[in-house]
């Protein structure tokens, strides 16, 4: 192994050991006070499952690639192989839905009483816990639909190569499934995309008329003190801002090596690092503006 190869290793093992930590911390915090309470607010059930789906992507992207990495072979047969990417693709679009799901709650979180959005306030977790469970029946579907397909129309052919333990896919597919990957895929994420950034649009605009309607009655540092719906929603921007520059990265860096067929090992594994940089710094992000990471270590 050349010492390229491994510093790339060390760097991938370092990002999924840090990112499963943090994430089990956090969980654990959270699992700690359900069981006190025995009740969970809507927003942490969102909260669960992102670190629940972070600790997936982790464990699916980082440990795979720092297995090729140290020269651990991958052996994928055709079907596995395309079965194996659409998972990391089924994990890949949780992510961003939940995402989609925390913004545009805290959103509707804290809006007027007199708007015209008010009645679609979610008070109950079973709401919330029904969104995340048609989430996952969709994109279940949606994933395990096209390794089949793919596998059923490219049967008998060689559509994989192995370079350096890892796999590319080097047989272009039909207008069929392209259109279908577009749409499916491709459209639902940009979709998610617009509405995240909309929702964050919103939440700032939003915190930006109160506190000139409070600035009257009070000063900028009390209200920010007495104020815990205008914390959790700079928590939130935050935390939204974070994911849409690595989601944007990892998007660029995908596209360009699918558009021009490119294997560039730099592309390559920069691709990995941005793609593991939000699931590894969610939970800490979570934890320092939210004041946890003290409760944790008090815990």
Same mark, same amino acid.
């Given at each position: 192994?050349? /010492?390229?190869?491994?510093?790339?290793?060390?760097?991938?093992?370092?990002?999924?050991?840090?990112?499963?930590?943090?994430?089990?911390?956090?969980?654990?915090?959270?699992?700690?006070?359900?069981?006190?309470?025995?009740?969970?607010?809507?927003?942490?059930?969102?909260?669960?499952?992102?670190? *629940?789906?972070?600790?997936?992507?982790?464990?699916?992207?980082?440990?795979?690639?720092?297995?090729?990495?140290?020269?651990?072979?991958?052996?994928?047969?055709?079907?596995?192989?395309?079965?194996?990417?659409?998972?990391?693709?089924?994990?890949?679009?949780?992510?961003?839905?939940?995402?989609?799901?925390?913004?545009?709650?805290?959103?509707?979180? %804290?809006?007027? =009483?007199?708007?015209?959005?008010?009645?679609?306030?979610?008070?109950?977790?079973?709401?919330?816990?029904?969104?995340?469970?048609?989430?996952?029946?969709?994109?279940? @579907?949606?994933?395990? *639909?096209?390794?089949?397909? *793919?596998?059923?129309?490219?049967?008998?052919?060689?559509?994989?190569?192995?370079?350096?333990?890892?796999?590319?896919?080097?047989?272009?597919?039909?207008?069929?499934?392209?259109?279908?990957?577009?749409?499916?895929?491709?459209?639902?994420? %940009?979709?998610? &995309?617009?509405?995240?950034?909309?929702?964050? &649009?919103?939440?700032? *605009?939003?915190?930006?008329?109160?506190?000139?309607?409070?600035?009257?009655?009070?000063?900028?540092? /009390?209200?920010? =003190?007495?104020?815990?719906?205008? =914390?959790?929603?700079?928590? %939130?921007?935050?935390?939204?801002?974070?994911?849409?520059? @690595?989601?944007?990265?990892? /998007?660029?860096?995908?596209?360009?090596?699918?558009?021009?067929? &490119?294997?560039?090992?730099?592309?390559?594994?920069?691709?990995?690092?941005?793609?593991?940089?939000?699931?590894?710094?969610?939970?800490?992000?979570?934890?320092?503006?939210?004041?946890?990471?003290?409760?944790?270590?008090?815990?």
């Amino acid at each position: 192994m050349d /010492a390229r190869n491994l510093g790339i290793g060390i760097i991938i093992l370092l990002q999924s050991t840090i990112g499963i930590l943090g994430n089990i911390s956090l969980l654990s915090y959270y699992l700690v006070i359900y069981c006190k309470k025995h009740k969970a607010k809507p927003m942490d059930l969102i909260i669960i499952h992102l670190i *629940i789906v972070n600790i997936l992507i982790i464990l699916s992207k980082g440990m795979s690639n720092t297995m090729a990495t140290f020269g651990l072979k991958l052996f994928f047969n055709d079907w596995s192989y395309q079965f194996f990417m659409y998972v990391l693709r089924f994990f890949r679009s949780l992510s961003i839905v939940t995402i989609c799901l925390l913004s545009i709650f805290q959103t509707i979180t %804290i809006i007027p =009483r007199n708007s015209c959005w008010k009645n679609l306030r979610v008070t109950s977790p079973k709401d919330i816990s029904l969104c995340i469970f048609l989430c996952w029946v969709l994109y279940t @579907f949606i994933n395990v *639909i096209f390794p089949l397909y *793919i596998s059923i129309t490219l049967s008998g052919k060689n559509v994989t190569q192995d370079t350096n333990f890892k796999l590319y896919t080097i047989v272009g597919y039909d207008k069929i499934t392209v259109s279908s990957y577009i749409t499916f895929v491709v459209f639902p994420e %940009i979709l998610f &995309s617009g509405l995240i950034t909309w929702s964050s &649009s919103s939440m700032i *605009i939003i915190l930006y008329r109160h506190k000139q309607r409070v600035q009257y009655i009070r000063s900028t540092h /009390a209200f920010h =003190r007495g104020s815990p719906e205008s =914390r959790a929603t700079q928590n %939130i921007l935050v935390l939204v801002s974070c994911f849409l520059t @690595f989601y944007t990265l990892s /998007a660029i860096s995908h596209a360009y090596g699918a558009l021009f067929h &490119s294997s560039n090992w730099w592309l390559m594994n920069f691709t990995t690092i941005i793609t593991l940089c939000f699931p590894t710094s969610s939970p800490f992000i979570l934890m320092i503006q939210s004041s946890l990471l003290s409760k944790l270590c008090f815990l």
